[in-house]
């Protein structure tokens, strides 16, 4: 799953009424705990396991994620990307990722990893609204990203310009717990709905919400709710939905320790089938 998030009519119609109220000033940027936060992590996660295999490293500055490694599993686990955070006061300022050349049939990793992409954001202007640009250089494409928030200062929409594709809407529907319930994608060019996700949670604290990327690191939905998911429910296009499911093993604290996935698809006959259990293991400082 790799989706982690404009609000261009909405800001042009406020524009355009001089009566329309202008989002609050921005108080404080640690509202942001979706993927933009300054709040530190509770508690640093070191390490991700994918069936024994090393996946994830994570490292921190003053409570802060700064870098990530990810491994390939080759017969050893090879490192092969890096993820790269700069930070002002604690607020995201630039993320960089880089990626060797690997060759699956040879296990061959490049010892030089290359820029991959580049995410800069935008200076914060209003307690509503969020703004980064996202350079990919492997496929040249830029991507402006506009993102709106609830009063406690969850996303709940993601606005995308993309330079040499479709424009975009994702949104996000929070529940009490102001976990995402529901997510789906439309095209502006479009009416209907794709990319429809339902989530059910458990009450334990998710160790990817903090740090903004998930297991992969990645700016995904995993990484955007502060509880984890138990049921995962994606629907295709004919809206027909296919369930997965997360068995999660937890340390005292209430964090996982251990998590099996089983993830439900169609296959090309139509008929709901499952994967092969995924298990992930949590190593914590």
């Known amino acids: 799953m790799k989706n982690f998030f404009y609000l261009a009519v909405l800001m042009a119609a406020i524009s355009c009424n ?4 202008e989002p609050d ?27 024994g295999t090393l996946l994830m490293e994570y490292k921190y500055a003053n409570g802060y994620l700064t870098e990530f490694k990810k491994y390939v599993a080759f017969s050893q686990p ?3 990307s890096t993820g790269l955070f700069t930070r002002n006061a604690g607020v995201p300022v630039k993320f960089d990722l880089n990626v060797a050349q690997i060759i ?7 010892e030089k990893q290359d820029p991959r992409s580049t995410i800069q954001y935008s200076t914060v202007k209003t307690d509503s609204t969020w703004e980064l640009t996202e350079q990919n250089f492997q496929k040249p494409a830029t991507f402006k990203k506009n993102y709106l928030f609830n009063k406690d200062g969850f996303v709940t929409k993601q606005t995308v310009t993309h330079s040499g594709g479709e424009n975009y809407v994702v949104t996000y529907v929070r529940n009490p717990e102001n976990n995402v319930s529901k997510t789906w994608k439309n ?4 009416t209907t709905q794709s990319e429809k996700v339902d989530f059910v949670y458990d ?10 990327v998930d297991w992969q690191g990645e700016f995904s939905n995993y990484a955007i709710s502060p509880n984890n998911p138990v049921l995962e429910t994606i629907y295709n296009e004919q809206n027909r939905g296919v369930k997965s499911t997360y068995t999660y093993e937890y340390l005292p604290n209430g964090y996982p320790k251990k998590v099996t996935i089983v993830r ?20 914590y400082y």
């Open 78 to 80: 090879r490192y092969f």
């Open 203 to 212: 009450n334990k604290s998710n160790p990817f919400f903090k740090l903004g």
């Open 18 to 21: 001089s009566n329309a109220k």
């Open 104 to 110: 699956p049939e040879t296990e061959f990793v490049s």
């Open 25 to 51: 000033p921005l108080v404080q940027a640690s509202k942001y705990k979706s993927h933009f936060g300054s709040d530190t992590v509770d508690v640093k996660l070191r390490k991700v396991t994918y069936n």
């Open 264 to 283: 439900g698809f169609i296959n090309v006959d139509g008929i709901e089938e499952q994967t092969t259990p995924v298990v992930l293991e949590f190593e």
């Open 187 to 190: 095209k502006l060019s479009e």
